[in-house]
């Protein structure tokens, strides 16, 4: 399963990390983002170690979401160093995400 991050978790999480998190951004109430879920779950697994895979749910967890513009869910970002280096809005193919992370490790 994806990490439940929250807004009162995420600096700690996301932002400190020493390995690139990529974090999706949804809604219980969002078809695309029941899609995206079972990606998530497998990348959390295939990337244990190598990097974090977590979820922040947008109705419960404003803050980061509006603060790195979140406007259509699902959105994926993904995190190194605490800056965003990769986005994917909308779902995508798995090895779509994949490349995301790859690309940071």
Known sequence: MALEITDATFDEVVLKSDKP????FWAAWCGPCRMV???MDQLT???DGKAVIGKVDVDANQEFAAKYGVRNIPTVLVFKNGEV??????????ATYAQ???AHL
Do not use: C, F, R, S
């Not at 998190?21 to 999706?24: A, E, L, P, Q």
């Not at 280096?85 to 798995?94: C, L």
């Open 85 to 94: 280096v990769e986005k994917q809005v909308g779902v995508a193919p798995k």
């Open 21 to 24: 998190v990529m974090v999706d």
């Open 100 to 102: 995301k992370i790859d």
């Open 45 to 47: 697994t295939e990337y």
């Open 37 to 39: 879920a079972p990606i």
